[in-house]
């Protein structure tokens, strides 16, 4: 077949390629989506835009939450307006008062009143003081400053009043806390009506049983009080109720009681009451001796100092005449400091010569443990065993003693540890061959214009001691209980001797509560003179 000439030949129809086709079809699913989104924005529009304004406009009406110390500082606030125009305003009644413009001060205290309720209510409603609410309380507090400036009460006059207001508060405060602090001490020295009735008592049963008598003389003499194989504890005190539960307690828990010795020296007063105390109870087979330290002849004024101090007319003013100079202490003029039975733990050796070996308990004590472990204990040649006060009160020497004398100062360091009185373990042959009692006499001459120390048998002691102390476990000395609320309850378990030493004595109503049972469970509560004075 013959071909057609090129002119004549049908033209070829052309496809469009792949990649053509592609791009239309994406571009129009493209503009679909496009025309959608479009669309829904603005339908979007219509319908958010009220709740976003509506939302705004919620918060602009909405208050926010008043601080109302930033609120009484700001210097625009009406609340600071008030509140210094309120300080003012309490100034001037003061001197209306004192000027007897009794009126004034009315007034004046009546617009202070209703400044406090409107500071209180903003307070309240963490809402801020109006101008409606403020403007009228500022213009009548004005017009009442205004007029009591125009009564002459400047600003000169108000500064001077107002001084001496506090002054003499000042004054008042520091009177209080001197009264409390009598208060307080009268508490601590008086015995409370129930030991007086027990006292009473036990003193007739003394005068009316000659059989009691009888069987405290027969017992003066026993060979167990010399006994060096025995263990010995010594307690110097008038109070019965004490003595008796430091000696109960000691036996309660001794693992061998027959082989424990009481020494026991009181005053002529209480000694036939100590007496039938003592003797109409067996505590477990111990040993117990009473004695009155007015039968110890050679403790008289020409041996002790103290017992001259006692006799000295200077003395007894400062001990027992109530001075009106209020920067004495009240405490530093508690006659007990200068009781014979304070000072006794001094004369030891001489009260005992037979004795080696002793351990000296204050009444205020309570034991726990077994204390025979304390004679076993060496002292390295040192005559006292004490446990020392500085790891947990920082009480070392210059706290007790006056180094700014030179006498002092030239032969004590102020950083010494102090150490505590009330359980110490003494040996009695250390004791006479370093002369303590000697050194004891020789503080005692010194001080006796107290510039030395102030009271108490504690720095005589520090200082009769010094260099011849022999630190303990504290563990077998724990104090404060008559005064420090926060001892933690784990020491005072594992002590073995725990003291109410201070002011707050487990047997009278000012006792710390939470302390007064440890001391409790050993008072012979079944007794019936107890019983009977508990009741009276």
Known sequence: MRRRAADFRRPVRRRFSCWIWVLLVTFTIAGFLLFVVQHNHHHEDHVEQPVLERNAREEQVAPERLNMTEEITSARSYARQLAEQMTLAKAYVIIAKEHNNLHLAWELSSKIRKCQFLLSKAAMKEEPISLEEAEPIIKSLSSLIFKAQDAHYDIA???????????????????????????GQLAAESLPKSLHCLDIKLMSDWLKDKSL????????????LVDNNLYHFCIFSDNLLAVSVVVNSTVSNADHPKQLVFHIVTNEVNYGVMQAWFLSHDFKGSTIEVQKFEDLTWFNSSYSPVVKQLLEADSRRYYFEKSEDTSVEPKFQNPKYLSP??????????????????????????????LTPLFSLDLHGNVNGAVETCLE??????????????????????????WAFGMNVFDLIAWRKAKVTARYHYWQEQNADRTLWKL???PPGLLAFYGLTEPLDRRWHVLGLGYDMNIDNRLIESAAVVHFNGNMKPWLKLGISKYRPVWQRYVNQSHQYLQDCATS
């Open 157 to 183: 006059t108000t500064m001077m009043t107002m001084k001496s207001h506090i002054q003499a508060l000042e004054e008042r405060a520091i009177a209080a806390s001197v009264q409390s602090t009598m208060f």
């Open 393 to 418: 009160a920082f009480h070392r020497y210059y706290k007790y003693l006056n180094f700014s004398n030179p006498l002092i100062s030239s032969k004590f360091d102020p950083q010494a540890c102090g």
């Open 213 to 224: 008598q009888e069987l405290a003389d027969e017992k003066r003499n026993s060979p167990r």
């Open 341 to 370: 039975l304070n000072h006794l733990r001094f004369y030891i050796p001489e009260i005992y010569p037979h004795l080696e070996k002793i351990v000296f308990l204050d009444d205020d004590v309570v034991v726990q443990k077994d």
């Open 456 to 458: 108490g048998t504690l």
